[in-house]
């Protein structure tokens, strides 16, 4: 598994939904080198081969354009290396499968993951508990009145590297802060459930959810 989408990026292996070992990187500018290194150090600790690996997952994006890039560039070339599928994970429904599973009933709430876009400007969307699209993954700038149509009719919680911008200055009561971290293990179990169901990537097709143009990293 490979995220470099978000500020820290991480990669992992899992087993049966469940991360046995991973290395991350909090420094975003970075995450190229560190890549490649940390993947064969992974593998050396956990005593496993490329060639034993039943499938490749990556983060998709939204997030750094960078980032994206060479998590997809990494993931495509083991992919067809290796000869096995590859699957892509929205870095905002990661988010968002991280915070539920914090959540003893999530059932009547909303979840707005939010990843910082730079200035007052997030990537973002909205899912309720099952992972369905309320709103559509997109670039939005923070105000104070950030996604207030849905405020009004119930409790939202945010979460992300974007959050704080809005923490900062929302009046709301409806409006909820949570941490979410470790989402390594998030990604074992999401990418084990989209392994099972064969929800694999057309390489050929594949578009990576950038959202906006290029800015630098």
Do not use: W
């Not at 994970?89 to 993951?113: E, G, M, R, V, Y």
């Not at 709103?135 to 105000?143: E, V, Y």
């Not at 939202?156 to 409806?174: H, R």
């Amino acid at each position: 598994m490979i995220d470099t989408a978000q500020e820290t990026a991480f990669v992992s292996i899992s087993k049966n939904g469940n991360s046995i070992g991973h290395i991350q990187n909090d420094i975003q500018k970075e995450h190229a080198g560190f890549l490649h290194v940390a993947i064969q150090e992974l593998l050396k600790s956990c005593a496993i081969e490329l060639k034993d690996i039943d499938a490749i997952s990556v983060t998709k994006g939204p997030g750094s354009y960078t980032g994206i890039r060479v998590g997809l560039s990494s993931a495509i070339g083991l992919s067809y290396a290796l000869y096995k599928p590859i699957i892509h994970i929205c870095s905002l429904k990661l988010l968002t499968h991280a915070a539920i599973n914090k959540i003893i009933d999530p059932s009547q709430i909303l979840f707005c993951p939010m990843i910082d876009a730079r200035r007052m400007e997030v990537f973002t969307a909205l899912f309720d508990h099952k992972l369905e699209t309320k709103l559509s993954p997109t670039a939005m700038i923070i105000d104070g009145n950030f996604m207030e149509d849905f405020l009004i009719k119930q409790s939202i919680v945010f979460i992300g590297s974007g959050k704080d911008k809005y923490e900062n200055i929302s009046k709301n009561a409806n409006a909820q802060f949570l941490e979410v971290n470790n989402l390594h293990f998030t990604m074992a179990a999401m990418s084990n459930l989209y392994y099972n169901n064969k929800e694999f990537a057309s390489i050929e097709s594949f578009e990576p959810a950038y959202l906006k143009a290029f800015q630098g990293i």
